[in-house]
């Protein structure tokens, strides 16, 4: 027998639902707090390059002289003189302290080349020039004031078309002597043209302004050549040093052969976001229309090597030989690729990698992805790059993914899809000097 006390009483089931959705509530609070640290941790780690406070000596009255003969005018009206932290330079870390002994840039390499490169970048820099004035992506925005986003997006694919055009070249005329391409060649192209030509200051007018090739090329891109750059915005110029400042980032990983820490940083908010989402869908009451997270890169699908012995690559090459990154391929024809591993190579034919048609007995649709892949150097945009609608791209991805994880015996993504930027194969692919289209 009961006396009716509040003690005794048991809670309803309207009381509880109360309870259990303010306890969720707290706990998502708790878990946008945690996503907005993690945030922040990931922008301050993109800044870092750029961010010379800690170490920039105070402004001498020289610099600052040549800054004012600039004539950098802000929107408001101000003298850009006092904003010379946008001219930063990111900090190469194999440059820096004990660590810049492990890395080695050989100078032999650079002077096989040197003269030829330095002829061709500068043929290349005039072609530049004239594409720029004639580009309708770039003219219809330039004027606008605050710099459009979009105008940042063309140029920063522009840029990018720059420096891989610079580096074909470089490729090009090392392959017409008779030599291999490697890792010590890329670094060297790194390290005395490819560097320089994007961070390398010189003169470019007779007011005295100095910026790198790549940043003068930008600053006419962006809608100021250098008869106008007197009227150069503030917007402007800091548009132009963050791609700058990308390109020099993506490239420095690129040619070291190290993983983009860009594309990481990105991959990592765009499952942080994903992540919110869902609790946010938690908290509404979806729970049961919600499906787990996906991870940032599409998950493997481990499976043991079923080539024949004579067919696979032997994994003997070294450590490199246990990631993509130490994988170089080479379309050699329409037909046949040769694939380095380290010290091994081997060229195999459509069919001995995996990429036979089982009907007609011909190379099947993602051999053609693969190969327009290599003509791109290991990044295919968008559908309309690779010619095919955006979800016909994915299947041939997914197939290309699934033999290279067959045929390698590497579980992880090869070709990894990086938001806003595209497919980014993690393997070095290209189209040999033989090659026919």
Not at 173 to 202: H, T
Not at 207 to 223: D, H
Not at 257 to 274: K, R, V
Not at 295 to 307: D, F, G, K, L
């Amino acid at each position: 027998m009961t006396d009716g006390s509040p003690k005794e009483q048991v809670e309803s089931p309207l009381v509880a639902l109360v309870r259990v959705r303010k306890e969720a509530q707290q706990a998502v609070a708790r878990f946008h707090a945690e996503v907005e640290a993690d945030r922040l941790a990931i922008r301050k780690l993109l800044s870092e390059p750029t961010d010379t406070k800690a170490h920039k000596p105070e402004s001498r009255p020289e610099q600052r002289r040549k800054d004012d003969a600039v004539g950098v005018v802000r929107e408001t009206g101000a003298q850009a003189g006092d904003d010379e932290k946008n001219f930063s330079r990111p900090t190469d870390p194999d440059t820096q302290g004990a660590e810049g002994t492990f890395t080695r840039y050989d100078i032999v390499t650079w002077e096989r080349i040197k003269n030829l490169v330095e002829w061709r970048t500068a043929s290349l820099v005039e072609d530049i020039h004239k594409e720029i004035s004639k580009d309708h992506s770039l003219v219809e925005l330039q004027g606008i004031h605050p710099v459009p986003w979009q105008l940042r997006e063309v140029i920063q694919q522009r840029a990018e078309s720059w420096v891989q055009r610079l580096y074909d070249a470089c490729c090009d005329v090392y392959k017409r002597s008779g030599n291999q391409l490697s890792v010590e060649f890329d670094r060297a192209v790194w390290a005395y043209c490819v560097e320089p030509f994007i961070m390398r200051e010189m003169q470019t007018n007779a007011f005295g302004y100095r910026a790198s090739k790549l940043l003068e090329l930008l600053l006419c891109a962006v809608g100021s050549p250098p008869e106008n750059r007197r009227f150069l915005k503030v917007g402007q110029k800091d548009c132009c040093l963050a791609v700058r400042n990308m390109i020099w980032q993506r490239w420095h990983d690129k040619l070291h052969h190290l993983p983009s820490t860009i594309d990481a940083a990105a991959a990592a908010i765009a499952s942080s976001n994903e992540m919110r989402r869902r609790a946010v869908r938690i908290v509404a009451g979806l729970a049961s229309e919600t499906s787990p997270v996906p991870p940032a890169v599409p998950a493997p699908e481990p499976q043991p090597s079923a080539m024949p012995e004579d067919a696979a690559i032997s994994l003997a090459g070294g450590a490199d030989a246990a990631t993509w990154e130490g994988i170089e391929i080479t379309f050699l024809s329409d037909e046949r690729v040769q694939i380095h591993i380290g010290k091994t190579h081997e060229t195999r034919n459509y069919a001995e990698f995996g990429f036979q048609d089982n009907k007609s007995k011909n190379p099947n649709r993602a051999w053609e992805t693969l190969r327009r892949l290599a003509e791109l150097r290991g990044i295919i945009r968008d559908g309309t790059q690779a010619g095919l609608p955006w979800p016909k791209l994915e299947k041939r991805v997914q197939e290309i993914r699934r033999v290279f994880r067959k045929h390698f015996s590497i579980c992880s993504d090869p070709l990894p899809f990086v938001k806003g930027s595209g497919f980014h194969a993690r393997f070095k692919i290209s189209r040999g000097p033989s090659f026919r289209s």
